[in-house]
């Protein structure tokens, strides 16, 4: 079983604030996906990367992928009350049939 | 759009009592799933289907049964339920782009 760790686990922030969230294997990955989950909702795709080294914007989100594809970091910047959730990583491993393995997760809190 | 429905959203079991919850997509999806999420975990893979007819164990099937009769439909049956049941489940369809998930059914065994 592929082993997906997720750093930190918890981070509470004030708005305005930078934060990176990191997500890594030691075994590669052929895609790597970044989800979003709220409270009482099922996650929701942000991105996902499949190149090593790859890196993709999407707003104040700032996705990046290892170029061993082993490790994968989120950025945000400028951390606003809405970015508020679960953010999980979920990578697709060579063979395995589109199946994900996810990652234990970071939760993410913003305030005022 | 209605994507992946789950029903129900909530429910509550007593010991050795029987379920089924209930998945169904709208998008065609031949990749469908179901996972388990236990309080501050992610998500593990207990069943998933890659088209009709064709199903397989994940990384934690025990306690677990499913079919795939159609293309729509995957539902999740649990025979005799157990306190380690408790949990909130999520199905989900994936196409290229990545995953579908629905909202949920938030599962207690009592």
């Given at each position: 079983?592929?082993?997906?760790?997720?750093?930190?686990?918890?981070?509470?922030?004030?708005?305005?604030?930078?934060?990176?969230?990191?997500?890594?294997?030691?075994?590669?990955?052929?895609?790597?996906?970044?989800?979003?989950?709220?409270?009482?909702?099922?996650?929701?795709?942000?991105?996902t990367?499949?190149?090593?080294?790859?890196?993709?914007?999407?707003?104040?989100?700032?996705?990046?992928?290892?170029?061993?594809?082993?490790?994968?970091?989120?950025?945000?910047?400028?951390?606003?009350?809405?970015?508020?959730?679960?953010?999980?990583?979920?990578g697709?491993?060579?063979?395995?049939?589109?199946?994900?393995?996810?990652?234990?997760?970071?939760?993410?809190?913003?305030?005022? | 759009?209605?994507?992946?429905?789950?029903?129900?959203?909530?429910?509550?079991?007593?010991?050795?009592?029987?379920?089924?919850?209930?998945?169904?997509?709208?998008?065609?999806?031949?990749?469908?799933?179901?996972?388990?999420?236990?309080?501050?975990?992610?998500?593990?893979?207990?069943y998933?289907?890659?088209?009709?007819?064709?199903?397989?164990?994940?990384?934690?099937?025990?306690?677990?049964?499913?079919?795939?009769?159609?293309?729509?439909?995957?539902?999740?049956?649990?025979?005799?339920?157990?306190?380690?049941?408790?949990?909130?489940?999520?199905?989900?369809?994936?196409?290229?782009?990545?995953?579908?998930?629905?909202?949920g059914?938030?599962?207690?065994?009592?």
């Amino acid at each position: 079983t592929q082993l997906l760790e997720q750093s930190p686990q918890f981070l509470s922030i004030q708005e305005g604030e930078n934060l990176t969230v990191y997500c890594n294997s030691s075994s590669v990955f052929s895609s790597l996906q970044w989800y979003r989950q709220e409270p009482g909702e099922g996650p929701v795709l942000l991105v996902t990367v499949v190149t090593g080294g790859e890196v993709k914007k999407l707003k104040r989100l700032t996705f990046q992928f290892g170029d061993a594809r082993k490790d994968s970091s989120l950025h945000i910047t400028a951390a606003q009350p809405g970015d508020t959730g679960l953010y999980l990583c979920a990578g697709l491993y060579t063979g395995t049939a589109s199946k994900l393995t996810f990652g234990t997760g970071t939760r993410l809190q913003v305030t005022l | 759009n209605a994507g992946v429905t789950q029903t129900p959203k909530f429910r509550i079991l007593k010991i050795g009592q029987s379920m089924t919850l209930q998945c169904t997509q709208d998008m065609n999806h031949n990749y469908m799933y179901w996972y388990r999420q236990d309080p501050g975990m992610g998500l593990k893979l207990i069943y998933y289907s890659v088209g009709a007819g064709i199903t397989d164990k994940g990384e934690v099937p025990n306690g677990y049964n499913v079919s795939r009769s159609t293309t729509e439909d995957f539902p999740l049956r649990l025979e005799l339920a157990a306190p380690s049941q408790t949990s909130v489940y999520f199905c989900a369809s994936s196409s290229l782009y990545g995953y579908t998930f629905g909202s949920g059914t938030r599962l207690t065994v009592v």
